[in-house]
T-cell receptor, first 115, second 115 residues
């Protein structure tokens, strides 16, 4: 089954404790992206990647890191989480193929709480 | 300036009636794509419909249609014959050819279908 998986689905942590949220897709998509969703703000793009070893900042990259060492994986790293990073996080992927109409496929989301 | 504006935080519609969810966008790129996603209370993001800036006709997918008014930079989603299962958050999103890789989402509209 074609899908985007994220782990963990739920995480409660404390300020400053480094964490990684994993994201993996099995559709051989070039493009992968991370979003955070906050009430009243919609989805905001954190980072995206067009291919292996290529990453770019989205609208809200501060406090986050990403890496793309393999095509299928795109982990999101919070080196020193803070309470304002409490949010719902989505990973998404799509084929690029130089077409605008390629929809993004979303993972199930990770609910992160930073105390 | 906001790239995507959704001015209706919440909407109500009677079952079996049609409803229009508003979306306006801001871009100077002549080539762009517009997407609508549905997010039910379970949290997953579901792709609904796509409209390209050069498409001559309004996009339709089953009960969903997109009222695309290019000169007004609006891309409203029309849901016909509303069903109880249509109750969800709806997000409008855009991707520009020039940037090509960054997605912009609106703040969403919460739709409630009343029996």
């Amino acid at each position: 089954e074609a899908q985007v998986t994220q782990n963990p689905r739920y995480l409660i942590t404390v300020t400053g404790k480094k964490l990684t949220v994993t994201c993996s897709q099995n559709m051989n998509h070039e493009y992968m992206s991370w979003y955070r969703q906050d009430p009243g703000l919609g989805l905001r793009q954190i980072y995206y990647s067009m291919n292996v070893e290529v990453t770019d900042k989205g609208d809200v990259p501060e406090g986050y890191k990403v890496s793309r060492k393999e095509k299928r994986n795109f982990p999101l790293i919070l080196e020193s989480p803070s309470p304002n990073q409490t949010s719902l996080y989505f990973c998404a992927s799509s084929s690029l193929r130089d077409r605008l109409d390629n929809e993004q496929f979303f993972g199930p989301g990770t609910r992160l709480t930073v105390l | 300036a906001q790239k995507i504006t959704q001015t209706q935080p919440g909407m109500f519609v009677q079952e079996k009636e049609a409803v229009t969810l508003d979306c306006t966008y801001d871009t100077s790129d002549p080539s762009y794509g517009l997407f609508w996603y549905k997010q039910p209370s379970s949290g997953e993001m579901i792709f609904l419909i796509y409209q390209g800036s050069y498409d001559q006709q309004n996009a339709t997918e089953g009960r969903y249609s997109l009222n695309f008014q290019k000169a007004r930079k609006s891309a409203n989603l029309v849901i016909s014959a509303s069903q109880l299962g249509d109750s969800a958050m709806y997000f409008c999103a855009m991707r520009e050819q020039n940037t090509g890789n960054q997605f912009y989402f609106g703040t969403g509209t919460s739709l409630t279908v009343i029996p």
